[in-house]
């Protein structure tokens, strides 16, 4: 009833930038925390960026001051902005958002189906 879509991965090359978006769409209440995570091969997944519905937002030690996260609430949207890349940056990019639904009032967790963000050097 609720699908994220992600889109925007892509290949750059080192130094280059991308912009990640990601809208959520189907029987939406109200949304509290959208955010991106992101996974290497052989790793775990691990948090980038994160932004709650007062605007507040989190990041990942390793990409601060080069990435930054936003959202368009009228949109049910999220985006991030990544510049600077590095080869470490590559992975797959996964949205996650946490949502209430029409018909019930309790925080669930959603997520997208990731989008491939590779950095060549």
């Known amino acids: 009833q609720v699908r994220l879509v992600e889109s925007g991965g892509d290949l750059v090359q080192a130094g280059g930038s991308l912009r990640l978006s990601c809208a959520a769409s189907?029987?939406?209440?109200?949304?509290?925390?959208m955010g991106w995570y992101r996974q290497a091969p052989g790793k775990q997944r691990e948090l980038v960026a994160h932004?709650?519905?007062?605007?507040?937002?989190t990041y990942a030690d390793s990409v601060k001051g080069r990435f930054t996260i936003s959202r368009d609430n009228a949109k049910n949207t999220v985006y991030l902005q990544m510049a600077s890349l590095k080869p470490e940056d590559t992975a797959v990019y996964y949205c996650?958002?946490?949502?209430?639904?029409?018909?019930?009032?309790?925080?669930?967790?959603?997520w997208g189906q990731g989008t491939q963000v590779t950095v060549s050097s």
């Open positions: 189907g029987s939406i209440g109200s949304i509290n925390a």
């Open positions: 996650h958002a946490q949502i209430t639904t029409r018909s019930s009032v309790v925080l669930s967790n959603y």
């Open positions: 932004i709650i519905s007062g605007g507040s937002t």
